[in-house]
């Protein structure tokens, strides 16, 4: 069973910058995973911000960033404001027509 | 302007059955591949599976706690997503979402608001 860890949360100034990851319970992720990601406020369906790695979706400002770092995926808020306050979920294509979200991290700013 | 809209949400007893329904417009459903996405109460977001357009071949996936209990399907003349929940445990209990799937880029790119499903006796 593969898990796609987050960390569970982050807290960020506003202003200030914050990088959360998405990593393989067993491996490195590369852009063939064709990380996206996801933020969702309570009570509501989540939002695409990236996909691909590094494309931002339509609307979607561009204090948001998708990266590879190291042996995960990457979003990192730059300029940090009060309506990111969030949870932010990450996608992994697994191949084979399977996906997997990830456990998700809670933002406060 | 996209629109995804889920119904047919409720209560059902553990071992039941519940068919989910998903209208959309907005963009040409037969082409679209399209998948199905829950989230149960206070938890995490979990995929359950996904369907291609029939110009793609119309391969369905499944997650695993679903596969061989739960069945995808979809008319497109009527410009409907289905999920066909049997055998329904207490475990999924959850807000359940239609999504669109982006082609070639493996991303969920517009949701829709979501049915809550409560599996109960």
């Known amino acids: 069973q593969t898990v796609v860890t987050q960390e569970p949360s982050f807290s960020v100034s506003p202003g200030g910058t914050v990088t959360l990851t998405c990593g393989l319970s067993?491996?490195?992720?590369?852009?063939?995973?064709?990380p996206s990601w996801y933020q969702q406020t309570p009570g509501q369906a989540p939002r695409t911000l990236i996909y691909?790695?590094?494309t931002r979706s339509s609307g979607v400002p561009d204090r948001f960033s998708g990266s590879i770092l190291g042996n995960k995926a990457a979003l990192t808020i730059t300029g940090a404001q009060a309506d990111d306050e969030s949870d932010y979920y990450c996608?992994?294509?697994?191949?084979?027509?399977?996906?997997?979200f990830g456990t998700g991290t809670k933002v406060t700013v | 302007e996209v629109q995804l809209v889920e119904s047919g949400g409720g209560l059902v007893k553990p071992g039941g059955s519940l068919r989910l329904s998903c209208a959309v417009s907005?963009?040409?459903?037969?082409?679209?591949?399209m998948s199905w996405a829950r989230q149960a109460p206070g938890k995490g977001l979990e995929w359950v599976g996904r369907?291609?357009?029939?110009?793609?071949?119309?391969?369905?996936d499944y997650a695993a706690p679903v596969k061989g209990r739960f069945t995808i399907s979809r008319d497109d003349s009527k410009n409907m997503l289905y999920l066909q929940m049997n055998s329904l445990k207490t475990e999924d209990t959850a807000v359940y979402y239609c999504?669109?799937?982006?082609?070639?880029?493996?991303?969920?790119?517009?949701w829709g608001q979501g049915t809550l499903v409560t599996v109960s006796s």
């Open positions: 999504t669109t799937v982006k082609v070639g880029a493996a991303c969920f790119d517009s």
């Open positions: 907005g963009f040409t459903f037969s082409n679209a591949w």
């Open positions: 369907i291609k357009s029939k110009s793609d071949g119309g391969t369905i």
């Open positions: 067993s491996g490195s992720v590369s852009t063939s995973y064709y």
């Open positions: 691909s790695t590094t």
């Open positions: 996608v992994l294509f697994m191949g084979s027509g399977s996906y997997v």
